[in-house]
């Protein structure tokens, strides 16, 4: 640690602080990276960090497994529950489970055209194991 005590290392402070000055006098670019620190560290209080608390979801928030659903009441029962839903709703279901990567169904806006697209994928996905189970 340096003594303040010691003129030589106050000397030598000061001039460092000159030198500093000097350059900020000069270099446009220094000195805004001096008043940013500045600004940064010095004038602004440091913000308090809060804890990111995990958003809860509510019920109506829940996820629906529709290749469960698909699988144990076929497609008749996951007709019947995606009939119940509003549009928005089987939008967030497409979305969530990754049934239309480009984004096209999305924008549809009939029911009935996106509900034959949600179990129409879900038949195919649920298709490919097939070949496995023999």
């Keep these: 640690m340096l003594n303040y005590q010691e003129p030589k290392v106050r000397k030598q402070l000061a001039n460092v602080f000159l030198k500093i000055a000097k350059r900020v006098e000069e270099d446009e670019e220094f000195a805004k990276y001096i008043f940013s620190e500045l600004e940064g560290e010095v004038l602004k209080p440091e913000p308090t960090k809060k804890k990111k608390v995990p958003k809860q979801k509510s019920k109506e928030e829940l996820t629906i497994d529709i290749f469960y659903i698909f699988q144990v009441q076929g497609p008749e029962g996951l007709l019947n529950l995606l009939k119940s839903l509003e549009l ?37 996905q649920m298709s490919k194991g097939g070949a496995f189970l023999r």
């Design 88 to 124: 928005q709703e089987l939008k967030k279901i497409v979305t969530e489970n990754g049934l239309d990567p480009a984004q096209k169904v999305r924008k549809w806006r009939s029911r009935e055209k996106m509900i034959d697209y949600i179990i129409e994928s879900v038949r195919k």
